[in-house]
């Protein structure tokens, strides 16, 4: 079986590089497909002998490229300046690529593993010039809710034993270790099917719809057991209620959907409060407060050790250690790792004070537009910038804990959600501060963004 899986994701690379002239978009989506589920294809890949290759490889590696070749072919030209969040990421870039050569020439091995890395800007490059109109966009949600509809089953059915895969066993530094054991979870992806759903649900999209993409969000939350990741989805229900009507009755069955979905979880004998438990011991709330500020938990010892890092080698402070750098594992003492568990103590490792400064800038420009885009009389607009805030506020708060633009599964979704928000030109058009949709010859026979009814031209002007 593993020889072919193989063997298919083989054949699936070799069938995108004729699509990259005939279809770009195809090769886009194959692309998000295969990271997505990276580790489970990396295990069979390794467990058939990486079919001859020297080390273990993904289709996702080659995919990146002919995604890269296919941006190129976009038909939909670039006519607007850059946006904040375009630049951004361009200048992030800029700083990853020289952090990737002074990786790969102070430590080669760990380097190019995690080059992997940058493997989100092709989809961003691709997604910045493809994501022009409201139904690329839409199309892309609708994936994208496959996508985790389908990692959910893959996940249920390995946590209960119907499907075992092989590990790729590849040593702990090359993250392509899974959540839990299983070795396919991307938890970090669920961020983005609620905000998906609470956009659907403020904006009146189909209480259906949106009611199951939520239940598809919370039955993945429940299963994938990650702390951080409740807090974040935490931030980002909070920061709904600040839109819509209603808010108290959204609060309401908000809660009511929360308390049911752990009733169904404790009917089948699924202990999801097993994660914050020691030794089968509840760990108390104060004790964990305490520790992280002591320095004794997990995640505050990494912050603390990057500290330390930089004051033994402070020329680094700046540009950072470059890709691949090691460092004590806070977990196992006795080995040397790359991986950070932080968005923030990642990017200052590998950049520097330059890098960070660089993402929380990109991750202002997205809040910032995503809120102005809010505001919009357009439904659309206003509907995809709903999603990017809630989606982007969350992830604030979850890179405490997690890498997110370094999440070689879940970076190439996300990235998707900020090229979106970086068309936004393309939705609106504002010269002079005001909001009015863009129409060019592509949207003329579309009926996904329309003009109000006795507005033919601008007279549907509103002011931010």
Known sequence: MATTIAAICLFAVVLCIPLVLLKPA????????????????????????????????????????????????????????KDRIEKSLYVLLLLCSIAMAQGLFLYAHSAFTFSRIFHFFAAFLFGIKYFTDYSKAKRFLIYTVFLVTLMLVVQVFIRFGVLTPPTADLGIHTTLLGERGTNTLV??????????????????????????VLLVAGAGLLLSETRSTYGAVAVLLLCALLFGKNRIRNLIFGVLGAMLLVMLANMIGFDFLERFKGDGIPIP???????????????????????????????????GRGFGA???????EDKMVAY????????????????????????????????????????????????TFLLTISLVAEGVFHPILANQGGSVVIVCFFAIMGNWQYFTDNPSGQDCLYVNEDYENQHDLLLPQGHEQNEDLIHY
């Open 26 to 81: 195809a090769v886009f989506y194959i692309f998000i497909f295969f990271k997505v589920f990276e580790n489970l294809f990396a295990g069979y890949i390794y467990a058939a002998g990486n079919l001859g290759l020297p080390r273990t490889w993904t289709p996702g590696d080659f995919l990146f490229w002919l995604t890269l070749f296919a941006a190129v072919f976009i038909n939909n030209p670039k006519i607007f300046e």
């Open 187 to 212: 938890p970090l992806l669920y961020i983005p099917m609620v905000a998906i759903g609470m956009g659907m649900l403020i904006n009146k999209k189909g209480y259906i719809k949106s009611g199951f």
């Open 285 to 319: 709330l104060s004790e964990q407060v305490v520790g992280v500020f002591k320095g004794t938990m997990g995640r505050a010892e990494e912050y603390l050790r990057v500290v330390q890092i930089y004051k033994e080698n402070p020329v680094f402070v700046l540009f």
């Open 326 to 332: 090691l460092h004590n594992s806070v977990i196992f």
């Open 340 to 387: 950070w568990h932080s968005e923030y103590l990642g990017w200052i490792d590998r950049c520097g004070l330059i890098g960070i400064a660089i993402v929380l800038y990109l991750y202002i420009a997205c809040l910032y537009r995503s809120l102005i885009s809010v505001r919009s009389r357009i439904p659309e607009l206003s509907f995809l910038g709903m999603i």
